[in-house]
T-cell receptor, first 115, second 116 residues
Framework: AQSVTQLGSHVSVSEGALVLLRCNYSSSVPPYLFWYVQYPNQGLQLLLK??????LVKGINGFEAEFKKSETSFHLTKPSAHMSDAAEYFC?????????????FGQGTELSVKP | DTGVSQDPRHKITKRGQNVTFRCDPI?????LYWYRQTLGQGPEFLTYFQNEAQLEKSRLLSDRFSAERPKGSFSTLEIQRTEQGDSAMYLCASSFQPSAGANVLTFGAGSRLTVL
């Protein structure tokens, strides 16, 4: 079975500092991996996804993530945090498109950005 | 493309009452998913449809829950005899699933249920 673990339910950084949100997955087959962001009272918005090919994936709003198979990780980074980055971030995994393609989510990491 | 719409956005009900949520997916999307999200947790899969066929239901979906997608377009999620434990955000998502490759879900803003 596939699963996702996000390390740290809450991360706080200063504006301009590096953002690092950690995600480890468990999958018996090469996974598809996703990061979604959720702002208060809004739905989940796709930040980026890894399917195949280049392991460093760039997304919207300056975020990127690197797929590391040996570490079963897909950590999300941004070089310089902005106040508008404050939100909840979810890592998700899927693979079996012919079995529904549903996403399995981690428990989320709330990012706070201090001025 | 107007996105995924959910209605109502908020619902407050008394224990034992029935509630129904509606989801209008992106028109060309063939798959529709329902998730439940409780405070401080990630979304949990409930069920999904491909066109009008309900292809999978989670163990989380008790007998009090029923979902339909009668014409392969909008979907409804009904909860009968609500319990306080049903209080959550109910998220709908849709996608166009190709024959192979990643399935990218587009989520609605959710319907928040509060059971008193």
């Amino acid at each position: 079975a596939q699963s996702v673990t996000q390390l740290g339910s809450h991360v706080s950084v200063s504006e301009g500092a590096l953002v690092l949100l950690r995600c480890n997955y468990s999958s018996s087959v090469p996974p598809y991996l996703f990061w979604y962001v959720q702002y208060p009272n809004q739905g989940l918005q796709l930040l980026l996804k890894y399917t195949t090919g280049a392991t460093l994936v760039k997304g919207i709003n300056g975020f990127e993530a690197e797929f590391k198979k040996s570490e079963t990780s897909f950590h999300l980074t941004k070089p310089s945090a902005h106040m508008s980055d404050a939100a909840e971030y979810f890592c998700a995994v899927s693979r079996f498109y012919n079995q529904g393609g549903k996403l399995i989510f981690g428990q989320g990491t709330e990012l706070s950005v201090k001025p | 493309d107007t996105g995924v719409s959910q209605d109502p956005r908020h619902k407050i009900t008394k224990r034992g009452q029935n509630v129904t949520f509606r989801c209008d997916p992106i028109s060309e999307h063939n798959r529709l998913y329902w998730y439940r999200q409780t405070l401080g947790q990630g979304p949990e899969f409930l069920t999904y449809f491909q066109n009008e066929a309900q292809l999978e239901k989670s163990r989380l979906l008790s007998d009090r829950f029923s979902a339909e997608r009668p014409k392969g377009s909008f979907s409804t999620l009904e909860i009968q005899r609500t319990e306080q434990g049903d209080s959550a955000m109910y998220l709908c998502a849709s996608s166009f699933q190709p024959s192979a490759g990643a399935n990218v879900l587009t989520f609605g803003a959710g319907s928040r249920l509060t059971v008193l």
